[in-house]
């Protein structure tokens, strides 16, 4: 059978390792979108304020379960905020007692509710040390915030400044750089040991930068790292379906509400929580690797945090009709457009 007569599709159920549920009415309205496809997420922890302690943590998973609907199974993987002043033994007693499956890293002011970040690498040594003594992944943002660097450049640039000096002086730490956005980072990926892995998101393998500013600006387009030229969304399709472990799904699903989206100075992030899954699959059925897409959305990430596989299965079909998406999902605080990939879309979630 070649690929495009596979009208179904049966995997492990998938996880997502990078995921924004936020708080309060969003995570309300968002939670089920993901509860709905997969069996856990990696929660990232960029509140207002910001999930910084083991205390913060446990809070807010209780938030999240309290929110999911009656009869779904999702399992939050809590995360915490690195700032200058977390305390190497909290970081340890969260991971300890099972809760924390990660730390963030956000430079200063990179991105959304950044500002808690960090500013002088120095001054977190302590705690990435202790992390690489108990085996405790630290996920990245991987830009810089200089401001004579480029945007479309500032991936490029942490990774030499940042990320390889850090991984340098501190042998045995863990690490994910989270939504890569270029065939820089897809090298550098490749090019490491088993000790580095990388998220990427659905969007960065649809989008490049012309579909955010060719024919008008289309906020619900832009998120950070803000998608680049065509070559390094086709070296990202390349790394996401090669079936290599050291890449998985993190979707980096970032609801915000259409007034802050489609605004003078518009909020940084694609919801995609919704329809993922059938995107994904049209993906890699396009490149003509179906058979990886269970290693990258279910397999992978498991295999690089040290955790078991999703006991049970989705099931992706194909059909003649184009699957309809909503356009938007309610919530209280107002509506969030879903990610729209630009053409229809003929797989969903059985
Ligand atoms: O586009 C993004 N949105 N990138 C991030 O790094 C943060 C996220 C958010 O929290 O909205
Ligand atoms: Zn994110």
Redesign the pocket.
């Known amino acids: 059978m070649t690929q495009h007569q596979i009208q179904s599709l049966t995997l492990t159920r998938p996880d997502d390792w990078h995921l ?1 549920l ?1 708080d309060g009415a969003m995570l309300q309205a968002v939670l089920p979108e993901t509860a709905r496809d997969f069996g856990r997420a990696i929660i ?1 922890p ?1 509140l207002v304020p910001p999930v910084v302690t083991g205390a913060q943590a446990a809070a807010y998973r209780d938030r999240i379960l309290a929110a999911l609907p009656e009869g779904m199974v999702f399992e939050p993987l809590m995360t915490l905020y690195l700032t200058e002043d977390t305390d190497p033994a909290d970081v340890a007693a969260a991971h300890a007692s099972g809760l924390v499956k990660a730390v963030k890293l ?1 430079p200063a002011g ?5 500002s808690s970040g960090v500013s002088n690498f120095d001054n977190v040594r302590p705690v990435l040390e202790k992390m690489a003594e108990i085996g405790l992944p630290l996920c990245t ?1 991987g ?1 810089v915030t200089d401001h004579d660097i480029d945007i479309f450049d500032r991936e490029a640039v942490f990774i030499d400044r940042v990320l390889d000096p850090i991984r340098r002086a501190t042998p045995g730490l863990r690490v994910v750089m ?2 890569i956005t270029t065939k820089n980072a897809a090298d550098y990926v490749a090019s490491q040991d088993q000790d580095l892995g990388a998220t990427i998101t659905t969007h960065h393998l649809i989008i490049n930068r012309n579909h955010i500013l060719v024919g008008g600006i289309k906020p619900h387009y ?5 998608a680049k030229r065509e070559e390094h969304r086709l070296a990202l399709r390349a790394a996401a379906t090669s079936g290599d472990a050291r890449y998985f799904l993190g979707t ?1 699903s ?3 509400v259409d007034a802050a989206k489609e605004s003078g100075c518009g ?4 919801f995609t929580a919704t329809n993922t899954m059938p995107l994904l699959a049209h993906v890699f059925e396009e490149e003509g690797k179906l058979e990886n897409l269970e290693k990258f959305a279910s397999q992978n990430g498991p295999a690089f945090y040290r955790l078991p596989e999703n006991p049970d299965q989705i099931t992706l079909v194909k059909s003649e009709s184009a699957t309809q998406f909503p356009a938007k999902i309610a919530s209280d605080d107002g509506p969030v457009t879903l990610f729209d990939p630009g053409y229809p879309i003929y797989w969903s979630v059985a």
């Open positions: 924004h936020r990232m960029n956000y990179a991105t959304t509710n950044s943002h830009e989270e939504h832009y998120c950070l790292p803000v980096d970032a609801p915000h909020c940084a992030g694609c």
